[in-house]
């Protein structure tokens, strides 16, 4: 299964790396892509991820899940965040 997110907060590699490692250590993920210019990651794992346990994991580290379906389109509505990550830091180039 492959499945597309948005992320928001990534700006540079480290970032990436960041985000990448987190997503990585969820169960049944096969493969992770990050893509910081349009705030991407793709998953490829055994079964669809939990949302708000990615979510909660992102959110740790200061990132904002933001719902995509397993297609990789984001739903319609703008993209509302998921789980409790819509309480997590906003970083100053969100604003």
Known sequence: MVAEYRVLGMACRRCAGMVGGQVRRLAG??????DVRSETVRVSS??????????????????RLVRAD???????GGGAPVGGAADAPVRPEER
């Open 29 to 34: 993920v096969r493969d992770v892509a990050v």
């Open 46 to 63: 055994e079964h669809l991820l939990n949302e708000a346990e990615l979510a909660a994991v992102l959110a740790d580290s200061g990132y």
């Open 70 to 76: 397993a297609s990789g389109e984001r739903e319609e």
